[in-house]
């Protein structure tokens, strides 16, 4: 022992030094940092929880919305003024597949409408349907579902309120609507509005928007799940 001390001190060293790190060995470890996958964001994982279920509703040349499936049946909550009026359906589905659809109910008070798929992808998932009850404003939220006829597209945002009212262009007041500000315009409608957990919270149903195009400013509304799937026929959760 004392002959490997002399040894080491005679060399400079210490026995127990650690080994310097090379250039190389910084370059190494750079590279693995890299190549390791990142965590997928909390909206990504919100979004993963209904991008099966998320549908494109046509029912006319200019009537295109968004609808969410709530029973894996087929049945689908989407908005009623999407819908209303039009003889034909057709729903298009995430993996593209597309299906005309019937007309089941509505709930006119709250612009909800029920249809069902006539022909359904093998792969369909309905979604998890959470509770509006639970939200708080500035709770984080998406809104996902085909501005435009674009998409599917997802926003995201906070509860900017809760109970609010707002009085469609026939004058007609909706009530207890949960107000929020991810991004939502035409072709909007229909669509779920998802928690952080990748449940539906709401179905999007308007947007309260200063100019005549009807884009959107900020403020958008939406009808609590609990309404919704009560026009579903759906139980309590």
């Given amino acids: 022992m004392a002959l490997a001390l002399g040894v080491a001190a005679s060399l400079g060293m210490r026995p127990d030094a650690p080994a310097a790190l090379t250039q190389a060995d910084v370059d190494a470890a750079v590279m693995r940092a890299l190549q390791e996958k990142q965590p997928p964001s909390p909206y990504t994982r919100a979004y993963a929880g209904v991008a099966r279920s998320v549908v494109r509703v046509e029912a006319g040349e200019n009537a295109t919305g968004s609808g969410i499936v709530v029973v894996d049946s087929g049945m689908i909550l989407t908005s009623l003024h999407v819908v209303t009026g039009q003889e034909r359906i057709l729903v298009r589905f995430a993996n593209g597949h597309s299906s005309e659809a019937t007309f089941v109910s509505a709930q006119p008070e709250n612009d909800l409408a029920v249809i069902q798929a006539l022909v359904l992808p093998d792969d369909l998932k309905a979604a998890t349907l959470g509770s509006a009850q639970d939200l708080a404003e500035?709770?984080?939220?998406?809104?996902?579902?085909?501005?435009?006829?674009?998409?599917?597209?997802?926003?995201?945002?906070?509860?900017?309120?809760?109970?609010?009212?707002?009085?469609?262009?026939?004058?007609?007041?909706?009530?207890?609507?949960?107000?929020?500000?991810?991004?939502?315009?035409?072709?909007?409608?229909?669509?779920?509005?998802?928690?952080?957990?990748?449940?539906?919270?709401?179905?999007?149903?308007?947007?309260?928007?200063?100019?005549?195009?009807?884009?959107?400013?900020?403020?958008?509304?939406?009808?609590?799940?609990?309404?919704?799937?009560?026009?579903?026929?759906?139980?309590?959760?």
């Fill in 138 to 237: 500035g709770d984080h939220v998406l809104a996902v579902g085909f501005p435009f006829g674009i998409g599917p597209s997802v926003s995201a945002g906070v509860v900017s309120g809760l109970g609010r009212e707002y009085r469609a262009q026939d004058e007609r007041a909706m009530k207890n609507l949960i107000q929020f500000d991810a991004a939502a315009n035409p072709g909007s409608s229909g669509g779920p509005l998802v928690n952080a957990a990748g449940e539906v919270v709401g179905i999007v149903t308007a947007i309260l928007s200063p100019n005549e195009k009807g884009t959107f400013a900020g403020i958008a509304f939406a009808v609590p799940i609990q309404t919704a799937a009560a026009a579903a026929g759906l139980p309590p959760f």
